[in-house]
């Protein structure tokens, strides 16, 4: 069983929808939880950063962590068609310096 | 302030042959992490540098290699080639002491082994 599970299955959405990404894992010692922007040719961006289990919000985007389920998710309202992407969850130990990633899911907006 | 860049941004080789990757880290960044992304992939940890030492290591093999230097700047080496090595090599800057590693990656160097 792989420490970051990312179903990698690309996502085509109209513009104005939700986009819903999860991720689970198995590492109980994971304790910082992040989500990655990865546009073609480019290198990956941090999206969003959280600690704790429950919501942060950023703007359109929304984090979930859950650790009771080792499951994290992130949210994204009104997509636009610059959301196409793939998007990485990430994730590290505390006190570690190595980040865990899962596969990516390539997010299509259309407009 | 500057970002991480990276070069060469592509090239390719044959199994067998030797390559060096360069990395300029973030303006204010002390440490620089290695990350390998094969297609369709995410990225995978190949090491760490923080004072010119490696600070770390995932599961890579030995002819995967690195340097860090006094301005923060790294290479990474890899040593005779494998089809497998063909990837995306991503470099990360931080700064260590800061939190989490909230890592600044490059856009790459593309690395096609023939």
């Known amino acids: 069983q792989k420490e970051v599970e990312q179903d990698p299955g690309p996502l085509s959405v109209p513009e104005g929808a939700i986009v819903s990404l999860n991720c689970t894992y198995s590492?109980?010692?994971?304790?910082?939880f992040m989500w990655y922007r990865q546009y073609s040719r480019k290198g990956p961006e941090l999206l969003m950063y959280?600690?704790?289990?429950g919501n942060k919000e950023d703007g359109r985007f929304t984090a979930q962590v859950d650790k009771s389920s080792k499951y994290i998710s992130l949210f994204i309202r009104d997509s636009q068609p610059s959301d196409s992407a793939t998007y990485l969850c990430?994730?590290?130990?505390?006190?570690?310096?190595?980040?865990?990633f899962g596969k990516g899911n390539q997010v299509v907006v259309i407009p | 302030e500057t970002g991480v860049t990276q070069s060469p941004t592509h090239l390719i080789k044959t199994r067998g042959q030797q390559v060096t990757l360069r990395c300029s880290s973030q303006?204010?960044?002390?440490?620089v992490s290695w990350y390998q992304q094969a297609l369709g992939q995410g990225p995978q940890f190949i090491f760490q540098?923080?004072?010119?030492?490696?600070?770390g290591r995932g599961n890579f093999p030995p002819r995967f290699s690195g340097l860090q230097f006094p301005n923060y700047s790294s290479e990474l080496n890899v040593n005779a080639l494998e089809l497998d090595d063909s990837a995306l090599y991503l470099c990360?800057?931080?700064?260590?002491?800061?939190?989490?590693?909230?890592?600044?990656f490059g856009a790459g160097s593309r690395l096609t082994v023939l």
């Open positions: 990360a800057s931080s700064l260590s002491g800061s939190g989490a590693n909230v890592l600044t």
């Open positions: 590492n109980s010692a994971f304790q910082y």
């Open positions: 959280t600690y704790s289990s």
């Open positions: 990430a994730m590290i130990p505390y006190g570690n310096n190595r980040l865990a």
């Open positions: 303006s204010g960044h002390n440490t």
């Open positions: 540098y923080y004072r010119e030492e490696e600070n």
